[in-house]
């Protein structure tokens, strides 16, 4: 039996995307009258109490650009008469599909207290850094150790 370690680089864009959430976390915010981090903000609403929670809710914004869509189609082409190679026509068929299944979920974030019903807004880099505490302080490199049987 042999071991053999290899090791496994993150790429580049996992290198910016962690770059990006610590620059996120590092930002000082007004919190009781002090000046403190996003992160030290999270550390300290989990020492009080509060716990993170993803809800769903609806996306207005995106179905009111879809009936936009479909709107600005309806009043240039006749749908479903129409050539559906034509862009305009295309995308007013996707937007009157979406419309119909009404699909518009989105998930969105919050820290609250089950003493209270006040919480406050998360982005979900916060929520993820609330819910796993080094999650984001891993390496930017992986060791992984690989089994071969001889």
Do not use: F
Not at 51 to 74: M, S
């Amino acid at each position: 039996m042999t071991n053999n370690i290899t090791e496994i680089k993150t790429s580049s864009l996992e290198k910016a995307n962690i770059k990006k959430r610590e620059k996120h976390l590092n930002k000082t915010i007004a919190y009781k009258g002090n000046i403190i981090t996003i992160k030290t903000w999270l550390e300290t609403m989990k020492k009080d109490g509060y716990a993170p929670e993803e809800r769903q809710g609806i996306d207005t914004v995106r179905k009111a650009k879809d009936q936009k869509i479909l709107n600005y189609a309806k009043n240039n082409y006749i749908l479903g008469l129409s050539n559906p190679n034509i862009p305009d026509v295309a995308n007013g068929l996707a937007a009157k599909k979406r419309l119909e299944e009404d699909n518009y979920k989105k998930p969105y974030y919050r820290a609250s207290i089950a003493s209270e019903e006040s919480s406050y807004h998360l982005t979900k880099i916060e929520y993820n850094y609330m819910l796993h505490d080094t999650y984001w302080h891993d390496n930017t490199s992986i060791i992984q150790l690989t089994h071969n049987i001889n």
